[in-house]
């Protein structure tokens, strides 16, 4: 588990990728530089760390690429001290950058294996999430609500009720959607019943699946 020279080199022209692909938020690229991804990847594909690519972790699922990650973030504009809810929380890379960001996180997984691996794993290198859930992100997390941003990391076939209504106002949902294309669509909540609806390119994900295992 080390964290060296070369790596912080490739994870600086990682960034570079990134501001070329047009990420332009310093503090999204701050933390991509920062944040040691080779360690949240199986040892088989560590060369591949700091490629722009996504990759299969634990479970049959994939830690997203980074161009993504950092594409999604920018779209929540997270300030110190946001409350955030993440469904999907996988590798707990992306659970990285926004603990990077200062937001209180909240990150829901429903694949146990998962959930146990990287609830040991993120305290390990010193990201401390406030709280990470084995559970049906379907239903988001009544109990915290309202949140200032909710990000989900996985292709839903539908937009969740629930994730709208537990977003305060202002506050800005970013959701992938689509089965097997994905539409990266940003709702942002303007009254009790009132969302303005943005939406941007394509992307690919693991689809988000509703029964657990
Ligand atoms: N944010 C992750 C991406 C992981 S891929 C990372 O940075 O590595 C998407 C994750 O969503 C997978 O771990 C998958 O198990 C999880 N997932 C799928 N359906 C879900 C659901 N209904 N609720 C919570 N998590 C779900």
Redesign the pocket.
């Known amino acids: 588990m080390k964290d060296t020279f070369k790596h912080k080199g490739l994870r600086q022209k990682l960034v570079a990728v990134l501001k070329a692909k047009g990420i332009t938020n310093n503090d999204v690229l701050d933390a991509i530089g920062k944040i040691p991804r080779h360690l949240?990847m199986d040892s088989s594909f560590l060369d591949h760390a700091y490629q722009d690519k996504a990759f299969p972790?634990a479970?049959d699922?994939?830690?997203?690429q980074p161009y993504t990650?950092a594409f999604q973030t920018e779209l929540m504009q997270v300030k110190r001290g946001d409350k955030v809810l993440?469904?999907?929380?996988?590798?707990?890379?992306?659970?990285a950058?926004l603990c990077e960001l200062g937001a209180k996180v909240y990150?829901?997984?429903?694949?146990h294996e998962?959930f146990k691996l990287t609830s040991r794993f993120l305290p390990k290198i010193g990201y401390r999430a406030k709280k990470l859930i084995f559970?049906?992100?379907?239903k988001g997390l009544v109990e915290e609500a309202p949140f200032d941003s909710i990000?989900v990391?996985?292709g839903a076939p539908f937009v969740p009720k629930p994730l709208l209504a537990q977003l305060k106002i202002d506050g800005r949902l970013v959701i992938p959607v689509g089965d097997n294309v994905q539409t990266m669509t940003l709702f942002v909540r303007k009254g009790q019943t009132e969302f303005e609806k943005t939406e941007f390119g394509e992307f690919r994900?693991?689809?988000?699946?509703?029964d657990k295992n």
Do not use: K, M, N, W
């Open positions: 949240f972790i479970a699922q994939t830690i997203s990650v993440e469904i999907g929380t996988g590798s707990g890379y992306q659970t950058v990150s829901i997984e429903r694949q998962l559970g049906d992100g379907y990000i990391t996985a994900f693991v689809p988000l699946l509703e």
